[in-house]
């Protein structure tokens, strides 16, 4: 299907000349997955300046949840645009920057009253969380797990545990941070041992006392699509209360109803001290947020937090339509649904290739993966594979994701709005690359 503007586009430079001129402008640090420029999008589907069609099972890594160019978020935006498009939350705030926080406060696990501070994105969210865990406790530690993301600036980075390409080269990080093995069963790392190696840091590296934090993903994202165990997280909610150290989920990949929950850290019952909040916020407008205990969020000095564009009124207007289509649209629902669909399908494939795909995870709504591996070994990681069916996928009108600190496991990430009849059309996609790939010779 051609847009009707591909016309006078086809005389036009292709995704080839533009992904030259990418190449020289850029520096090759920042990257792209594929060489498709893309000129609209809707809902789960974005079509190039070649009028070529893909369905989106990325979502511009679970930000447009509610869909590309959603007509109410669309809407929104247009109605602030008109008004206007910045202040300064604090010079002259706006009112639905506050109604957005009440509502966000309002959303965040457990019962013990909430704050919330604006930022722009998420790194900056986990930034801030280290500043107000820090504040609170007067301490200086902070605990991270291996596999796990946490952004790209010196801080979120110090906390990420994957080297390449995140850390390489960056260092020196800043200090007083330790990592401990995530629990992950399929790689042989059990919720135990990653106790034991938290109590075990607790006696060689730092006392509990020290710590001002620990940072969890519910679900790991960039590491790997890896669920924490609901004990687990119940199990780090009972250590940070028995040692006053603050517990940080990082849910800016997982809430906002990708799991099937609006917050994945739901799953384990378990409410966070303070909650990162990003991506699928605002429906791809840049606004992050920290969502927390009232009493631990008061603790910086008044004016320590915020930035010019924290909060902007137009990340607002997007933020408050999408947590309407949300309950409008159910999308807590249609995201478990898609799931289910989703889970289904890759384990019949799993029974087709078992040598290759490892593992299947589709317990945690629209946030689903599969791991490629080689004779069946999870310690026989594909990463060649995964980028292999990435690349297949976008020739074939698909857009994949891979994730992993091996760089083997494909993450599906669709709209929550997806029709059913797009989830098993990319499927589809998926089955025929992977079996192109797989064919001998
Ligand atoms: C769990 C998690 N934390 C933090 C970040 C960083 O967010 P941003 O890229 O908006 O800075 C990401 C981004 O992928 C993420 O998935």
Redesign the pocket.
Known sequence: MSHPEMKSAQTAPGNADWQQRKDAAFSRAQGNMAPVYIEHAKNAEMWDIEGRRYIDFASG?AVCSTGHANPKVTAAVQDQLQRFSHTAFGITPYCSAVELAEKLNALAPGDTPKKSVFVT???EA?ENCVKIARAHTGRRGLVAFSGG????TMM?LGLTGKVKPYKHMFGPFPGDIYHVPFPVEYHGITTADALAALDNLFKVDIAPAEVAAIIV?PVQ??GGFYPAPDEFLQALRKICDAHGIVLIA?E??SGFARTGKFFACEYAGVEPDLM?V??GVAGGFPL?AVVGKAKIMDAPLPGGLGGTYAGSPIGCAAALAVIDVIAEEKLLDRSNRIGRMFGDRLARLQTDYPAVIGDVRASRGAMVAMELVREGQSCQPDAELAGNLVNSAWRNGLILLSCGTRGNVIRFLPPLTISDELVHEGIDIVESCLKGLLAPG
């Open positions: 890594i994105t998420g790194a986990v993301f946490h952004g790209r979120a993903e994202g960039e990082d800016i990949q990162t990003a991506k992050a």
